[in-house]
C-alpha cells in the first residue's frame, strides 16, 4: 500500500503590490497563451481590474486571474468585442497557473470566485482562447466549465485569431 501524497491547501487572495513580480513573471512565461504585458500594465491592472487575485498552494505563489467589467477604460480589442455584444459581463482579461501547481483545481477555483464576485446583472462571463496559435487545453478546460464560442477575432496582423467565449451564468 502506497502512502497517498498530502493535498496541497489553497487559499485565494487580492493581488498586493508584492505579488506583482511573481505574477509579471508567471505571465511572461505563459505567453502566448496570454499577452505579453510589462510591471506597469500589471500595476494598472491591479489599481483598475475589478478582480484581481492571486492562488497559493501551502502557502506558496501559485497562479492569478484578472477580471474586468463594463465601463473600464481598457484598450484590449477582445474586451472591447465584448463590451460591444453585451452590456453586464464579467471578462477573464487573464489567467496563469504555475507548471508545478497545474491540475489541482487552481483555475477552477479561480473562475468559480471570480463569477461568485459578479452582481446578479453579469449575466454571462466571458473570455478568449488562441485558436491560431491553438491553446487545445485551455478550449477543453473552457468548454469543460460551460464556455461556448460566441465569436472570433483575428488580432496581430494575422499572426493570432482567438474564440471569443461566452458561458451563461444561469447554467
Excluded at 94 to 101: E, F, S
Aim: charged share 25%; with cysteine.
Amino acid at each position: 500500500m502506497t502512502k497517498a501524497e498530502p493535498q496541497a491547501v489553497i487559499s485565494l487572495r487580492d493581488v498586493e503590490a508584492a505579488d506583482l513580480e511573481d505574477v509579471l513573471r508567471l505571465n511572461e512565461v505563459s505567453v502566448p497563451a496570454v499577452n505579453s504585458v510589462d510591471l506597469e500594465q500589471m500595476r494598472w491592472f491591479a489599481a483598475h481590474a475589478a478582480y484581481f487575485r492571486v492562488a497559493l498552494g501551502d502557502g506558496d505563489f501559485a497562479g492569478f486571474l484578472i477580471g474586468m467589467r463594463p465601463g473600464t477604460r481598457y484598450a484590449s480589442p477582445n474586451y472591447r468585442w465584448f463590451c460591444a455584444a453585451y452590456s453586464d459581463f464579467g471578462y477573464i482579461d487573464r489567467v496563469a497557473i504555475a507548471g508545478n501547481a497545474r491540475r489541482l483545481g487552481l483555475a477552477t477555483r479561480l473562475y468559480s470566485d471570480f463569477e461568485a464576485s459578479l452582481p446578479a446583472s453579469a449575466s454571462v462571463l466571458t473570455c478568449e482562447v488562441n485558436l491560431v496559435p491553438a491553446n487545445e487545453s485551455s478550449m477543453r478546460f473552457h468548454e469543460g466549465y460551460g464556455f461556448r464560442t460566441v465569436g472570433t477575432q483575428t488580432l496581430e496582423n494575422g499572426r493570432k485569431k482567438v474564440a471569443l467565449m461566452a458561458k451563461s451564468r444561469e447554467s
